[in-house]
């Protein structure tokens, strides 16, 4: 077991022993700004602070990080200094196809703090281990000078965190259990505030039965859980729910975990759902709220109308475009309304594949997002 610290965060490893930095940090921590290039300590690309020292993660061993502290470049988000070393790479035209990038910037902000007279000469035997196939490097070095010409620089400690401990077990079994810490960190104790700048959709679907007897579904939510394929409720806490939700986007699989907190109008029929949750493995999180409502409709019949409003981050935000949500939400919607109907008369429910990432925006009426430690 290997112990150290990830950006702040403790980290717990016992994976393979031949298994290096990058690929652990890429594959098990889901931090992508490290790039592999060479992966044979030639190119830089992969370079990153250990120790407060740049390191190239490719030929570091991540069981060789006993008692090290590792920073990678999301951690730098809020660094003044690395901030101004992005502008500058923007301002002198330091980057093209931006693969060398992190490297250079993880390099630039050690010369910055550490060579703060360098001169050119300087610079380039200090960028010498990190290679370029696009800029001929003149716009990185004008970068660099120009933030050395501000001043002097400290490299300021990296912010406080929460001590959240990853199970990290790169190939090992119990790896699933990596998702389920991670995806820890998206319970949340309170009400999230409404969402302002997320996708809206609106669906209604028929129902076949009378709307007091479809209510007596809706208005269970284990019962909702149970209608919505993928979902899965674990603890029911008042308005608050906690759960899961499996979703399966092409090749990729993922598993939301979360919390929602759900209110109901009994004499209108109608309710909310407000939650938010995210996947350890892909790294990618959501949010959503729906606000649905029975209405009678026809001679036995009712209309389940669902408003719904959804935001994507993360990788899996790429794959999440309205157009590709909106199918996705509709056959979730149908197999939802099915078994709500079956439910509601008694009667055995469908099973059905987990659905596409939509159904955490729909999420059984958002009821379940949820998932606890």
């Excluded at 290039?37 to 069981?63: F, M, W």
């Excluded at 200094?81 to 330091?94: T, Y």
């Excluded at 501000?150 to 912010?159: L, R, W, Y």
């Excluded at 409709?297 to 409003?309: F, K, R, V």
Aim: proline share 5%; glycine share 10%.
């Amino acid at each position: 077991m290997t112990n150290f610290t990830v950006n702040g965060q403790p980290v717990r490893y016992s994976g393979e022993g031949r298994t290096h930095l990058a690929d652990f940090l890429r594959e098990e921590m889901g931090l992508t700004a490290t790039h592999i290039g060479c992966e044979q300590g030639v190119c830089g690309a992969c370079t990153l602070v250990k120790d407060g020292k740049p390191v190239r993660s490719c030929i570091t061993y991540a069981a060789a990080c006993e008692g090290a502290k590792i920073r990678t470049l999301e951690d730098y988000r809020d660094d003044a200094l690395m901030a101004r070393i992005r502008a500058a790479f923007k301002e002198h035209h330091g980057l093209q196809c931006g693969f060398c990038t992190p490297g250079m910037l993880a390099t630039a902000y050690d010369i910055a703090t550490r060579l703060p007279e360098a001169d050119e000469a300087r610079i380039r035997e200090e960028l010498a281990g990190n290679l370029c196939r696009c800029t001929g490097y003149m716009g990185i070095v004008a970068a660099i000078k120009a933030v050395l010409a501000e001043g002097p620089h400290v490299a300021p400690e990296p912010p406080a965190r929460e001590a959240v401990i990853a199970s990290a077990r790169f190939g090992a079994a119990e790896a699933p259990e990596v998702v389920a810490e991670a995806a820890a960190a998206s319970v949340v104790a309170e009400r999230p505030a409404p969402l302002t700048d997320g996708h809206r959709l609106e669906r209604v679907a028929r129902i076949e039965l009378p709307a007091e007897t479809v209510w007596a579904v809706l208005s269970d939510i284990r019962q909702v859980a149970d209608c919505m394929p993928g979902a899965s409720v674990e603890t029911v806490e008042g308005e608050r729910v906690t759960g899961a939700m499996a979703a399966k986007i092409g090749p990729i699989t993922a598993r939301f975990g979360g919390t929602a907190f759900v209110t109901y109008e009994p004499a209108e029929m109608r309710g909310a759902v407000a939650g938010q949750g995210g996947d350890g493995s892909s790294r990618s999180t959501a949010r959503g709220e729906v606000h649905f409502a029975l209405a009678p409709s026809g001679d036995a019949g009712c209309d389940l109308t669902c408003e719904i409003l959804y935001k994507l981050s993360g990788p899996l935000a790429q794959v999440g475009r309205p157009a590709i949500v909106a199918g996705v939400v509709d056959r979730l919607l149908a197999d939802f309304t099915a078994n709500v109907e079956a439910a509601a008369r008694g009667e055995a429910l469908t099973a059905a594949a987990p659905p596409g990432f939509a159904r955490l925006i729909l999420a059984a009426l958002r009821n379940m997002v949820g998932r606890s430690t």
